[in-house]
């Protein structure tokens, strides 16, 4: 039974460094398809990205 849950622990901590490498979301991104095929856009800070599938990457603007 320990060896169990170690193994699952271990699936957890994988789990989650996996899903930090594969995405530089921040919690606040959340892209919206725009009526233009292929044109994306950010409800949080207002940031558009050109892309046939949903932006993988924060594009938030400096400053």
């Known amino acids: 039974m320990p060896v169990l849950l ?4 271990l699936g957890v901590v994988a789990y989650f460094i996996w899903r930090a490498r594969s995405t530089t979301l921040t919690r606040d991104c959340r892209w919206r398809r725009l009526s233009v095929a292929g044109d994306w856009r950010c409800a949080f ?3 558009t990205c050109e892309s046939a599938e949903t932006p993988t990457d924060c594009h938030k603007p400096s400053g």
């Open 45 to 47: 800070c207002g940031a």
């Open 6 to 9: 170690l193994l699952l622990l």
